[in-house]
């Protein structure tokens, strides 16, 4: 049972463009949302996060949306770089502060420059 | 400030036997959690450790099973390894002050079974 689904396994953007990058979930307990980056060998980095009871974080280039009532939060990059390129996870947890993440399955970020 | 490592990097082990991996968390952090990433998949909780003690269990079986240290340290321990236990284990550190939600991940462990 994949709670949280991201449903597109990669994505090519032009450098300089928007990246968008989707994410959708089931379970109605999550509250918090977090966006990870990940390059090869190496660990999930943390980028950026919102509560439910935002509908909209901003960090920079980065621009996180929620909807509650679909379910479905997004991850706004603009202008896209080519260090963006990585494997983006969105991840959720029932409570700020509860570690314990459900991870979606990941999106590939391309940037061609 | 040093960050979290995980060793060893890679190990090939085979099946029936037994593994013991190990995390060091970032200094000041007392909470680690573990997560087994299979290949395509997206991280998935095994457990979390709050200061020497099981805060938490995701949907893994008993031969999974883990310690944490005075120090913060951690063990993850796979016993009877099976063929699908062959995955990338990442190991995360939170809780020192001021760093709230944000898990910060250590580069994984390559395990796989023959």
């Known amino acids: 049972d994949q709670q949280v689904k991201q449903n597109s396994p990669s994505l090519s953007v032009q450098e300089g463009r928007i990246s968008i990058l989707n994410c959708d979930y089931t379970?109605?307990?999550?509250?918090?949302f977090l966006w990870y980056k990940k390059y090869p060998a190496e660990g999930p980095t943390f980028l950026i996060s919102?509560?439910?009871?935002?509908d909209k974080n901003e960090d920079g280039r980065f621009t996180v949306f929620l909807n509650k009532s679909a379910k479905h939060l997004s991850l706004h990059i603009v202008p896209s770089q080519p260090g963006d390129s990585a494997v983006y996870f969105c991840?959720?947890?029932?409570?700020?502060?509860?570690?314990?993440?459900?991870f979606g399955t990941g999106t590939r970020l391309t940037i061609i420059p | 400030e040093t960050g979290v490592t995980q060793s060893p990097t890679h190990l090939i082990k085979t099946r029936g036997q037994q593994v013991t991996l190990r995390c060091s968390s970032q200094?000041?952090?007392?909470?680690v959690s573990w997560y087994q990433q299979a290949l395509g998949q997206g991280p998935q909780f095994i457990f979390q450790?709050?200061?020497?003690?099981?805060?938490g269990r995701g949907n893994f079986p008993p031969r999974f099973s883990g310690l944490q240290f005075p120090n913060y340290s951690s063990e993850l321990n796979v016993n009877a390894l099976e063929l699908d236990d062959s995955a990338l284990y990442l190991c995360?550190?939170?809780?020192?002050?001021?760093?709230?939600?944000?898990?910060?991940f250590g580069p994984g462990t390559r395990l796989l079974v023959l």
């Open positions: 919102i509560s439910s009871i935002k």
């Open positions: 991840a959720a947890s029932p409570n700020f502060g509860n570690e314990k993440l459900t």
């Open positions: 379970n109605s307990m999550f509250d918090y």
């Open positions: 995360a550190s939170s809780g020192g002050q001021g760093v709230g939600e944000t898990q910060y």
């Open positions: 200094s000041g952090h007392n909470t």
């Open positions: 450790y709050y200061r020497e003690e099981e805060n």
